[in-house]
Structure formats: C-alpha cells, structure tokens
C-alpha cells in the first residue's frame, strides 16, 4: 500500500464500545449532551482542553462525531514513527475557516469527516500534498434535496441519467474539493463542478487535483481530493 496518503474510517458504534465508558451505542444520536469526564475514557486520548470543548456541544450526536472523527486522525497520526504514542499529545486545531490542522506537525495535512454510523479521516505525510476528504451515506430518500443544493444544471443534465451512488459519490467529491481549498461551508457547492472525474471551480478545470472515490459496506460514499504530487500514493485502513 502507498504511504504518501492514508485513509481511515471507523464505525462509530464500535468506537464507542472500545473507547467510552456509560456512553449508550444505541440511543446516542436523539440523546443530550454527557459532561464527559477524564475516566470515561478507555484510553485518554484528548488534552484537558480538548474536554472542554467537547463538554460545550449541546448533543450527545455532535459530541460523539467530534470525538470518532478526532480519534480516528491521532491514531492515523500515531502511526507515523516519529509523532508521540499518546494520543493525548497530538493536537488538532482549526484554522479560521474551519480547516483542521497539526500545529506542532504543519507538514501532515489532515482532513476529517462523519456521517450517519463512520468516521473517516486522511492525512498526508507531504506538506505539498493538500487533501480534503467526505463521506455521505447512501441515502436515495435525500437526492431531490442534494439536487436542488449542491449541483448545477449542468451536473444535473448528466446525473439525472445516473445511478444514485454516482450522485452521492458527485457530492462527496464537491464537499471533498471545498475541504481540499479550505473552505468548507465558506463557499457554496454550486461553485464546484465534477464532471466526468474533473473538477471545476468557478467553471474553470482545477489543475493539479484528482480524486479518488470509493464505498465502505455498499452504504457509503466515500471521495478524496488529493493535489498530484509524483509520487503520490494512497491507502486506506479500518480504524
């Protein structure tokens, strides 16, 4: 496998039940928010300061996507030899458009998502390598709505004539592409074209990015926007 790039997704219900203490799997997602303590963790693995803001989510859901996608990047990042064994030390910390960073390791880009039941995260070993990942769950009751938000008329003249995975699979490359940029939710979907596996911002073709699109279990949509470097590589792991 490549080294260059490395993926990683984990079920967050297995998360749960590996690293959290008295925190429910089944009803996490309709619950209110848990003041999370240090011994509710298995394995420490964030900063006092990490806690704190963990604490200031109002949700159980959003407290439990921030932890899963946090842990997944500091195991990602703890198997390169020469970042720290306790996940406790690695720090992530966003800049102002809410891009996640290493700012003790500014050479390992990293970019994290989440949706319905996985977290996925990327990291680059080579600073020039920009990457910015997204992953959706395959859900054919919400494309009328992805529609009308995320795609112009043009992807829409050529998705409409395709299967609902390549419509996902479309999204996750547009959200994927505004992480790769930094922008985020700063800049609207519709600025971002893919059109038969090339990306358009602005209608102009992005030179210099591609992307790599793959499933997990046949129910999600998993994209990665990755700058070509000349030896760029990637590979992927259950976290």
């Not at 080294?3 to 008295?22: E, S």
């Not at 999204?171 to 505004?178: G, I, N, V």
């Not at 102009?204 to 030896?231: M, W």
Request: hydrophobic letters at 40%; a positive charge.
């Amino acid at each position: 496998m490549g080294t260059d790039i490395r993926i990683g997704f984990m079920a967050i219900a297995d998360f749960i039940k590996t690293n959290l203490v008295n925190v429910p799997v089944e009803k996490y997602q309709v619950l209110k928010n848990i003041v999370f303590q240090p011994d509710m963790f298995r394995r420490p693995f964030l900063s006092s300061t990490e806690i704190k803001t963990l604490n200031r989510f109002k949700a159980l859901k959003k407290q439990i996507e921030w932890l899963s996608g946090r842990f997944a990047v500091k195991k990602l990042v703890s198997s390169i030899s020469f970042v720290p064994n306790h996940y406790s030390d690695i720090i992530i910390d966003y800049e102002p458009d809410g891009a996640p960073y290493l700012p003790e390791y500014p050479d390992l880009p990293i970019s994290i998502s989440h949706s319905g039941d996985y977290a996925a995260c990327a990291l680059s070993r080579d600073s020039f390598i920009k990457i910015g990942i997204d992953i959706e769950k395959l859900d054919p009751s919400v494309i009328e709505h992805i529609f009308k938000v995320a795609f112009t008329d043009r992807e829409q003249s050529i998705l409409k004539r395709c299967s609902d995975t390549a419509v996902f699979e479309n999204w996750t490359a547009k959200e994927a592409y505004l992480k790769y940029i930094k922008k985020g939710f700063n800049e609207s979907l519709k600025q971002v074209e893919v059109i038969n596996g090339k990306i358009y911002h602005h209608r102009r073709e992005v030179q210099g990015a591609a992307l790599f699109s793959t499933r997990i279990d046949n129910e999600y949509a998993l994209s990665l926007i990755y700058r070509v470097g000349p030896k760029t590589d990637c590979s992927n792991y259950a976290a």
